[in-house]
């Protein structure tokens, strides 16, 4: 029991690091496209965090089985290099004994998956793509930048050389197409504004405003003082955008698959992935548990035990995806979606419950080999 209790608390703590790691990289490539969308947007730095924040549910459901598969390596490769596994084996515990920890850390990483996926990722994924739509399609601030031509509206077109504080230029350029018959342009050589909902006010001092109409010679007028308002797009075209599957919940996608004949296997595999998600963890840790608990301890040997264990993860997720999207074109094979990590999960524990060393099999069809060739 203290045995079990020691193993089970580093194990959990490794899995819990690892996920953190897995976490931080997805954070990190998915950052640059939420920081980009601030930015060109003017939205809030707190829009940023409260996006991270509606999409960590998502990124969990990828980060989780792999730091439970990483974090469970890591764990059992310590114990098998410091000798704990040759001492837990002489002590008479099996191998599906010493993996029982893992087993149960894997367990625990499944229910949440199954929570996630199933409660929170459709409640906070449909937020996550209201505020990036809504963000997409704020006109609430006017954005100028320095050495940058804005459009104000689809009728003016402001520039600055200089901004020495948010709303205080240096240099400034507008010009002004309200009017399709009359061209109004406008220099100064500093100025301030004054936003609100729709409208900008612009104070100018010491520029000059050339009006053109047609073909004729521009008016030129210099001013000390010049107040211009600018209206901004009072209402933008809000872009629809497309409902995303994780945004519904399981039974609403297996509703919507009974309503649409073209999206029907697509539908129906996100749906039932829901579910499959969930086994990934228990898949990964056994095999881990296989390759690292089938023969003795070397270094050689450990880090080809590290190279199948991947390999093997590799080649599983691979074949899980396969499947998904074999069930897109044709529902009929369903049920592989759920029979290929029940047959993984099964027979795995049936070589840690015989403890069938693969090895040792290996030689003897290799001995048998040679005896009937010799014959």
């Known amino acids: 029991m203290i045995l079990t209790k020691y193993v089970f608390k580093q194990t959990i703590?490794?899995?819990?690091?690892?996920?953190?790691?897995?976490?931080a990289v997805i954070?990190?490539?998915?950052?640059?496209?939420?920081?980009?969308?601030?930015?060109d947007k003017g939205a809030n730095l707190s829009d940023f965090f409260i996006l991270s924040v509606y999409n960590f549910p998502s990124w969990l459901l990828l980060a989780l089985p792999f730091g439970t598969f990483a974090g469970c390596m890591i764990s059992y490769s310590k114990f098998e290099s410091d000798k704990e596994i040759v001492v837990m084996k002489a002590a008479g515990l099996s191998p599906l004994k010493i993996s029982g920890p893992a087993i149960i850390v894997s367990l625990f990483s499944s229910i949440i998956l199954f929570i996630i996926s199933h409660l929170i990722l459709p409640t906070t994924y449909k937020n996550f793509k209201t505020l990036q739509n809504d963000i997409r399609n704020s006109s609430k601030e006017l954005i100028i930048k320095e050495n940058t031509?804005?459009?104000?509206?689809?009728?003016?077109?402001?520039f600055i050389r200089h901004l020495d504080t948010?709303?205080?230029?240096?240099?400034?350029?507008?010009?002004?197409?309200?009017?399709?018959?009359?061209?109004?342009?406008?220099?100064a050589k500093t100025g301030y504004l004054t936003n609100d909902d729709y409208k900008v006010t612009l104070f100018m001092d010491e520029g000059t405003r050339f009006s053109t109409k047609g073909s004729k010679e521009p008016t030129i007028l210099d001013f000390k003082n010049y107040k211009l308002e600018i209206m901004k797009n009072k209402?933008?075209?809000?872009?629809?955008?497309?409902?995303?599957?994780?945004?519904?919940?399981f039974f609403d996608l297996i509703k919507k698959a009974n309503q649409s004949k073209d999206k029907k296997g697509k539908l129906i595999a996100e749906a039932h992935s829901r579910n499959t998600v969930a086994l990934?963890?228990?898949?990964?840790?056994?095999?881990?548990?296989?390759?690292?608990?089938?023969?003795?301890?070397s270094r050689i040997i450990s880090t080809y035990k590290k190279s199948i264990s991947i390999g093997f993860l590799i080649i599983i997720e691979s074949l899980f995806i396969l499947i998904k999207n074999t069930v897109h074109y044709n529902i009929n094979f369903l049920p592989l979606m759920y029979f290929s990590p029940c047959f993984i999960i099964l027979l795995?524990?049936?070589?840690?419950?015989?403890?069938?060393?693969?090895?040792?099999?290996?030689?003897?069809?290799?001995?048998?080999?040679i005896h009937n060739e010799t014959l």
């Not at 954070?27 to 930015?39: A, E, G």
């Not at 031509?149 to 402001?158: H, L, P």
């Not at 840690?352 to 003897?364: A, E, R, V």
């Open 348 to 369: 795995s524990f049936f070589i840690l419950h015989k403890n069938i060393n693969f090895k040792k099999i290996i030689s003897l069809i290799k001995q048998r080999t």
């Open 280 to 297: 990934l963890p228990i898949v990964f840790v056994l095999i881990v548990m296989i390759t690292i608990l089938n023969s003795n301890y």
């Open 13 to 23: 703590k490794n899995v819990f690091l690892s996920t953190m790691v897995f976490l």
């Open 149 to 158: 031509f804005a459009d104000i509206n689809e009728n003016q077109t402001i």
């Open 235 to 249: 209402s933008k075209s809000t872009s629809s955008r497309v409902v995303e599957y994780n945004e519904y919940s």
């Open 166 to 187: 948010k709303n205080y230029f240096k240099e400034i350029f507008i010009q002004d197409r309200n009017d399709p018959l009359n061209l109004v342009e406008l220099y």
């Open 27 to 39: 954070w990190l490539t998915q950052s640059f496209k939420m920081i980009k969308l601030i930015v």
